[in-house]
């Protein structure tokens, strides 16, 4: 462990900024789109169309972390659900699944404290409320079930494209179905798919419902997601456990495959 810490911090700190990074558009927008005092709030009266602009601002930093230099050097996964599955795959060494989620985990809850201080009443009203992750109207069972869902089709698209002859175009990818997932599932479960991003929102602002469901259904439909994943392509997986795989960028995964 002290070991890996002593090489690989820097790409520790990369995840910790990535998420915190993330969080903070995540605060910004959801105050600007959904605020009532907002002017952006008082001009869209349609929820749909506020989730699409919300889907399409969060997608959009999704893609520029995973493209930034920081992202092509980390890997970009930003979530603890993510490495683990990599762990699972072999592309991870455990100590360093272990500090990328703890990176993860505070660099998402810095963001939103940051956001908490420039926002202050903004981000605690009810109706932003930090940004948490609740499941909605159709219950908790239903924001399980979507979370599972999305979870799974999202890795198994990373696998995938990261597999095929164009790896490169695997942050987009991921991208777009975060923009998608926001605009479209975001009403059964709130839009997680990360334990480290709910837990961002929870901490400061208090609201844990049905908490278990972000940190059980994420890891659960990735790991099914490889699973299914390795029965169709026998395992034959990706050669690292980037998102994108910059010539010329240190890559701790491959010295880990070399190992």
Known sequence: MRDALRRHWPEYLMEAAGLGLFMVAACLFGTLLE???????????DAGVRRLLMGLAMGGTAAALIYSPWGRRSGAHLNPSVTLTFLRLGKVKREDAVFYAAAQAAGGLLG?????????????????????????????????????????????????????????????????????????????????????????????????????????????GMLLGAQTFGALTSWQARHCAKLDHAPGVRCIFCETAAA
């Open 35 to 45: 605020h009532p005092g907002s002017p952006v709030r008082q001009a869209l009266a």
């Open 112 to 220: 939103v404290l940051l956001c908490a201080l420039l926002l202050k009443d903004a981000l605690a009203h009810p109706a932003v409320s930090f940004v948490a992750t609740v499941p909605g109207p159709a219950g908790p069972a239903a924001a399980f079930a979507a979370e599972g869902g999305i979870s799974f089709v999202l890795i198994l698209t990373v696998l995938a494209v990261a597999s095929s002859r164009r790896p490169r175009l695997t942050g987009l990818a991921a991208a777009v179905l975060v923009a998608a997932w926001i605009t479209f599932e975001a009403p059964l479960s709130g839009m997680s798919m990360n334990p480290a991003r709910t837990v961002a929102s929870a901490l400061p602002s208090g609201i844990w419902t049905a908490a278990w469901i972000y940190f059980l259904a994420p890891p659960l």
